[in-house]
């Protein structure tokens, strides 16, 4: 991808929204897998409005989450509009924290994003005393992230339904060839029966017996991050492969998937970013991100960022038998927000 910062500004013209900046990331290395979570996050408004909001709440730490707060500060205070950005600190920090980030091999972006989202809550708890922590049952990252998954299993000798509640901040969906986010949802979702030696123990019989089992979601979270199970194990390569599979996303996504007690069923999310894989796998591939920004698409490779059209995104649907490069650049981490009149039906 060519261009320069000033070709940004022009490419975007009068669109370009007031007091927005937008800045590629410097790659030290192999430091793409972090970039692309980085900047779908800094274009995830809850998350940047809240971590811009870090110093203001409890004393200066030097953490994670402060070096965060100072990456996404001196991006947004910078006086020109685009540019690039070296987030020397963060990572250093980063790799001071966790070991397995210290080295210069490929990293996958979906562990990253939940060892950072993990690890922002627990830096967040840890600030507050006993008594407060009784009190705070989420922070501000699982206001922002968090469902909750309904675990329903019913006996098929009396018939009764119990359900176990499991909270999540992203879902991982096993993909399919040429299919739809909606089939896999739906996949996800589907009904299990449990038989033979997966007999389950019905609390009712007091005995086990076959029963059918299904996932459902009973609250759907602010943000839903969707992680697209991409790398299968092949025993007998004793290796991951990478699925490039067609696996087309909507712009907008409503889930049908939920449960009968779920807060807003007719929740509409809209797409605000895609974490995109590309190469041939996990080990020796890149990561780009494209972010929505108002109302147009741009991507972020590491140092470049170049405004695309709307239309680009089905580029990263996938492609059953890949024959060029593109076909291996695929959506890897979807990031949807809701877009529900009523947000309180989301807390």
Partial sequence: MGGTSSQLERDIGAEYPL????????????????????????????????????????????NLLYCLYELYSSITSQKKRTGIYAPKKFISRLRKENENYNNFLQQDAHEFLNYLLNSISDLLRSEFDEEEKEKLKRTWVEEIFEGIITNETKCLTCEAVSCKD????????????????????????????????????????????????????????????????????????????????????????????????????????????????????PNKGHYICAVKSHDFWLIFDDEVVEKVDEKSIEDFFGHDNPRTSNGLEVGYILFYEAVDNDPSLLT
């Fill in 166 to 281: 499991e909270p999540f901040m992203d879902l991982s969906v096993e993909i399919e060839q040429n299919t739809s986010l909606n089939h896999c949802l739906r996949s996800f979702s589907s009904m299990e029966t449990l038989s033979g030696a997966q007999k389950y123990f019905c609390e009712s019989c007091c005995s086990k017996q076959e029963a059918q089992k299904r996932m459902r979601i009973k609250k759907q979270p602010k943000v839903l991050a969707l992680h697209l199970k991409r790398f299968k194990y092949v025993e007998n390569d004793n290796r991951y492969k990478k699925l490039t599979y067609r696996v087309v996303f909507p712009l907008e996504l409503r889930l049908f998937i939920t449960s009968e007690h779920a807060n807003n069923p007719e929740c509409l999310y809209s797409l605000m970013s895609v974490v995109v894989h590309c190469g041939n796998g």
């Fill in 19 to 62: 007091n927005e900046h937008y800045y590629g990331l410097v790659n030290f290395g192999n430091t793409c897998y972090c970039n692309s979570v980085l900047q779908a996050l800094f274009y995830c408004k809850p998350f940047r409005d809240k971590v811009l909001k870090v110093p203001l709440e409890k004393p200066r730490k030097e």
